[in-house]
């Protein structure tokens, strides 16, 4: 089955600086790429996606790239800002399931 | 349009008894997923449903773990004699039909406490 691998775990910038986060997967059918924000104690949210067709995609401050070839893909967050803080995650759906599998979360800490 | 509705939100539970988790899609929605997210790790997939059917309950324990999602009426995850090592956050996502792997939303979860 899909296993996706996420890096690092904890990730700490200054304010202003970028971050990046890199998640690889196994399943080559997998067509589907959320990243989700989760703030503690609350649901995660959904902040970006790109499907298997698509090699980049930015939505303001937030970017998503896609190597299909390598089966890896990076969450860019240019200009931190403090409330960036969170738990962020990768997942990967297995080709028309609809299930999602997770990497293991990075902790963003932006310092002020 | 009211989102995903899980309750309760809270459930603090004896070793040994059962805990139901009631899970409500979004309207238009007939896919629902439930995820569960052990202190500070990620979430795992348990079970995939649709309307009266598994689909996927690959993730699913094999003891004491069950779900449903009935005609009429929210999703339900059971988990019968719980123990400790159920305390978790339970989340559940769902998608609608037209669209099969599309954003999933999440419910606020309910947090397990087995004391």
């Known amino acids: 089955g ?20 890199k998640c690889t997967y196994s399943d080559s059918a997998s067509n589907y790429f959320p990243w989700y924000k989760q703030e503690l104690g609350k649901r995660p949210q959904l902040i970006i996606d790109i499907r298997s067709n698509v090699g980049e995609k930015k939505d303001q401050r937030i970017a998503v790239t896609l190597n299909k070839t390598a089966k890896h893909f990076s969450l860019h967050i240019t200009e931190t800002q403090p409330e ?11 080709s ?17 | 349009n009211a989102g995903v509705m ?3 939100r809270h459930l603090v539970r004896r070793r040994g008894q059962e805990a ?13 997923y439930w995820y569960r997210q052990l202190p500070e790790e990620g979430l795992k997939f348990m079970v995939y449903l ?34 400790r090592g159920d305390s ?20 606020q979860g309910t947090r397990l406490t087995v004391v």
């Open chain 1, 2 to 21: 899909e296993n996706v691998e996420q890096h690092p775990s904890t990730l700490s910038v200054q304010e202003g600086d970028s971050a990046v986060i």
């Open chain 1, 84 to 94: 960036d803080s969170a738990v962020y995650f990768c997942a990967a759906s297995p």
């Open chain 1, 96 to 112: 028309n399931t609809g299930k999602l599998i997770f990497g293991q979360g990075t902790t963003l800490q932006v310092k002020p």
């Open chain 2, 6 to 8: 899980q309750n309760p």
């Open chain 2, 20 to 32: 139901r988790l009631r899970c409500s899609p979004m309207k238009g929605h007939s896919h629902v």
């Open chain 2, 50 to 83: 649709q309307k009266e059917n598994i689909i996927d309950e690959s993730g699913m324990p094999k003891e004491r773990f069950s779900a449903e999602f009935p005609k009429e009426g929210p999703s339900i995850l059971r988990i019968q004699q719980v123990v």
């Open chain 2, 88 to 107: 978790a956050a339970y989340f559940c996502a769902s998608s609608p039909l037209d669209r099969v792997v599309t954003e999933a939303f999440f419910g």
